[in-house]
Structures are given as structure tokens and as C-alpha cells.
């Protein structure tokens, strides 16, 4: 039996010198690949505060400025589970934030840290649909293709 899911999730794209700011998740089916810095919108929270917090929890940087919103989709089938993942993406600036010990409340931090990882580096190997649609962005500009839903069959965690 397939169970069925859908996540939902706001995510930065800060590109500096051909590096992405990525992070590495820790957790969930993007385990130990290379993730955008973002996540799921909190009770009364709308999309920019969402940006706003998960960037910050995830990399330590505050977002400066966004711009050049955009919305996709990707279905991962993983185990008999299928997840429809809705992704929102916002080019984002970003400036080292001072206090370097932020709390969170009542839940886990699923990135283990952020680095700048090069563009050519990453692919379906080391990375999440969601830079894998960033990558396709990048790579085929305005093709109507890039607004099809992309789809992952037996996605494999890595452990």
C-alpha cells in the first residue's frame, strides 16, 4: 500500500561566485545530500518571515534583501511513500548574523551546518529535488519544461 504526502516549503537561493549557499540535511528522505536553506511555514507565518527564520536556523545568515519568487513541484517515491513536494524558491542576500546561538523552540534543526558548494558540483547524486530543479532553472532558462512537475522514483535515503 502507498501512502501519500504532500510537504510544503519556502527556501533561499543565494548564488556567490558560481558557489550555492547550500545545506546538509541530517534528516528525512534528503538525508546527507546538499539542501537549500528553508523549510515549512509555522501556524499565522507567512512566506517571507518563513524565509527569514529558516535561513537564519539554518546557515546563521540573515536575509538581506529577496527577490524573483517562483513555485515548483517535485513527487519523490521513497519505500512505498510518495511525498508531493511543493517547493517556493526567493533569490536571496545574505549577511553574517551576530548571535551565533539561536534557540529553537520545540523542534529539531535538520541541516548539520551550511557551506558554498560549486554549481558544477552538485546533480542527482549528492543533491535534493529542490536543487535539482534550481540546476534545471539554471541550465534551460525559460524552457516550459522547467515548470513540469519533476518526479523521483525509488529515491534512495543515503544512509
Given at each position: 500500500?502507498?501512502?501519500?504526502?504532500?510537504?510544503?516549503?519556502?527556501?533561499?537561493?543565494?548564488?556567490?561566485?558560481?558557489?550555492?549557499?547550500?545545506?546538509?540535511k541530517n534528516t528525512g528522505p534528503y538525508k546527507n545530500r546538499y539542501d537549500l536553506?528553508?523549510?515549512?511555514?509555522?501556524?499565522?507565518?507567512?512566506?517571507?518571515?518563513?524565509?527569514?527564520?529558516?535561513?537564519?536556523?539554518?546557515?546563521?545568515?540573515?536575509?538581506?534583501?529577496?527577490?524573483?519568487?517562483?513555485?515548483?513541484?517535485?513527487?519523490?517515491?521513497?519505500?512505498?511513500?510518495?511525498?508531493?513536494?511543493?517547493?517556493?524558491?526567493?533569490?536571496?542576500?545574505?549577511?553574517?548574523?551576530?548571535?551565533?546561538?539561536?534557540?529553537?523552540?520545540?523542534?529539531?534543526?535538520?541541516?548539520?551546518?551550511?557551506?558554498?558548494?560549486?554549481?558544477?558540483?552538485?546533480?542527482?547524486?549528492?543533491?535534493?529535488?529542490?536543487?535539482?530543479?534550481?540546476?534545471?532553472?539554471?541550465?534551460?532558462?525559460?524552457?516550459?519544461?522547467?515548470?513540469?512537475?519533476?518526479?523521483?522514483?525509488?529515491?534512495?535515503?543515503k544512509e
Amino acid at each position: 500500500m502507498t501512502t501519500y504526502k504532500t510537504h510544503f516549503g519556502v527556501y533561499g537561493v543565494c548564488i556567490r561566485e558560481e558557489k550555492l549557499l547550500c545545506i546538509n540535511k541530517n534528516t528525512g528522505p534528503y538525508k546527507n545530500r546538499y539542501d537549500l536553506p528553508g523549510g515549512s511555514p509555522k501556524k499565522f507565518e507567512g512566506l517571507v518571515d518563513t524565509l527569514e527564520r529558516e535561513v537564519i536556523e539554518e546557515t546563521k545568515f540573515s536575509v538581506t534583501e529577496y527577490s524573483k519568487v517562483r513555485c515548483y513541484d517535485s513527487f519523490i517515491q521513497q519505500d512505498g511513500v510518495i511525498v508531493h513536494h511543493i517547493f517556493v524558491l526567493y533569490n536571496i542576500d545574505i549577511k553574517k548574523e551576530n548571535n551565533n546561538q539561536l534557540e529553537l523552540l520545540n523542534e529539531v534543526n535538520d541541516s548539520s551546518g551550511s557551506l558554498w558548494v560549486e554549481i558544477e558540483k552538485l546533480n542527482i547524486g549528492n543533491s535534493s529535488p529542490v536543487i535539482l530543479k534550481l540546476l534545471q532553472e539554471i541550465e534551460n532558462d525559460n524552457s516550459q519544461t522547467l515548470l513540469e512537475v519533476s518526479s523521483y522514483k525509488n529515491w534512495i535515503v543515503k544512509e
